[in-house]
């Protein structure tokens, strides 16, 4: 009985720390780590093979971890490090995009093409937002278009805020629309072995359908403040989007790449690559590619997220070790009562709250074996639960400046230009627009996996 209570407590005191951002979150999570592997697996339960089974090692040496045989399943157990191998590929690959310029030159590319009015860009750029956060890290997207935002606003005279805002709900959308475009996605996604398609006939399908409401709230809450004139007579130098190309060679094979990238993830159920391999062999070809700037590229790599996500695995796993997430599991049955659409609004909504104040991805991991117990309790598909979780985790951590790291981003990237974004203000427009996604969602799962 002591090892369940002093892993829950480790678990919370981890969540605390990660809030009050006092410490470095990987600093944090690896060393509540070592703390469940020392105390709760070595003095309290005295067990090496959950240390073993944690830690997950020996999933390297399994061929279906690189190569997934029909029926077989990736192991979702302890440290998942399809998802770790993956995020570091994608990683590897957006910094060699960076480099070239690709990123500044779509959105100057794209502002010339609406020939920079400044509601039309508003609106391609929250499209933009949407369809880039797809594929690629949201916080990689609202770093450049935070960027190209400001000097925009700059340029054309128009307060970027607005458009800020807009962007990173929209990335934050657009990431649950697919398997890699959001980190709680890719743990679903790995863990549960569901394929990149999968994730895109269920949740991005939602997402489009949100997506389209969500263009029409924001422009009507910015209407005022996006269709005012405010270059009319003035005589201004447009910067030319070539002009963001580094170089044209490195730009051709980073598109080509991300291109190679898409087409893997799309088809990764007919061939049977898992994630691990697509992210391993991206890297390998931005880096073989990148020549002797492959250094430089390895560098710039988010190590620190790599490893938030190592020690986050251990302390979950401690949490599944210990029987805890079936007791979770178990309580959350009782309350629905056998009532699976009043779980399945237990689930959103929670996931949803718990995301616009604390890290989605310890709550999506945390979730996954929960959702498990409740499949086999309940009796409901696995899978409904998985895109319950998965839309609950992406779409709440839109609703508060600190619900995703997007949000951070994009909100300090703003402050920096002198453009601050206070809770107030970020709240009153975001806040509303997480409510109404979450009540498209639920009624989107009612209607499709019960009613239909």
Not at 232 to 241: E, L, S, T, V, W
Not at 409 to 414: D, K, L, M, Q, T
Not at 431 to 440: D, G, K, L, S, Y
């Amino acid at each position: 009985m002591v090892a369940p209570i002093i892993a829950v407590v480790i678990f919370v005191v981890m969540f605390l720390l990660i809030v009050t951002e006092k410490i470095p979150r990987h600093f944090v999570t690896l060393g509540c780590g070592l703390l469940m592997i020392v105390v709760v697996f070595g003095i309290c339960m005295r067990s090496s093979e959950a240390v073993m089974e944690t830690l997950n090692i020996k999933s390297f040496a399994d061929s279906n971890f690189w190569l997934l045989s029909e029926g077989a399943e990736e192991s979702s157990s302890g440290i998942n490090w399809a998802t770790i191998i993956f995020i570091f590929g994608m990683m590897v690959m957006v910094e060699g995009m960076a480099k070239a310029g690709f990123f500044r030159w779509l959105c100057l590319g794209i502002a010339k093409l609406v020939k920079y009015k400044t509601s039309r860009i508003f609106i391609t750029f929250m499209l933009m937002s949407f369809v880039l956060a797809m594929f690629i890290d949201s916080i990689t997207v609202i770093l450049f278009l935070a960027a190209v935002t400001i000097e925009l606003s700059q340029l054309l005279k128009f307060s970027p805020v607005p458009m800020i805002i807009a962007e990173i709900f929209c990335a934050n959308l657009g990431g649950s629309a697919t398997m890699c475009g959001d980190p709680p996605n890719i743990i679903i996604g790995t863990a549960l072995n569901y394929t990149f398609t999968e994730f895109l006939l269920n949740t991005g399908l939602l997402s489009v359908i949100a997506m389209v409401v969500i263009v029409f709230y924001f422009y009507f809450v910015f209407k005022k403040e996006i269709t005012k004139d405010t270059t009319k007579g003035m005589k201004i130098a447009y910067p030319d989007p070539k002009e963001a190309i580094t170089s044209k060679k490195n730009f051709i094979v980073s598109s080509i790449i991300f291109g190679i990238a898409v087409v893997l993830l799309i088809t990764h159920a007919q061939t049977g690559l898992t994630v691990a391999t697509i992210g391993i062999f991206v890297a390998i070809l931005t880096l073989a590619t990148a020549g002797k700037h492959a250094l430089e590229l390895l560098k710039k790599v988010d190590y620190e997220t790599l490893f938030f996500f190592l020690g986050l695995f251990v302390v979950v796993g401690g949490l599944e070790q210990t029987g805890v997430l079936e007791l979770i599991a178990n309580f959350i049955a009782k309350i629905s009562d056998g009532n699976a659409l009043l779980m399945i609004a237990i689930v959103l909504w929670i996931s949803a709250i718990a995301s616009a104040f604390v890290d989605n991805i310890p709550f999506a991991a945390t979730m996954i074996p929960i959702i498990k117990s409740l499949s086999v309790a309940m009796g409901v598909p696995l899978t409904t639960l998985a895109w319950t979780l998965a839309l609950g985790t992406d779409i709440g951590g839109s609703a508060t400046p600190i619900g995703a790291s997007a949000n951070v981003v994009g909100i300090s990237a703003a402050a920096k230009s002198g453009h601050m974004i206070g809770w107030g203000k970020y709240c009153k427009y975001s806040a509303p627009a997480t409510i109404i996604v979450i009540a498209i969602s639920m009624a989107y799962i009612y209607v499709r996996y019960f009613f239909m």
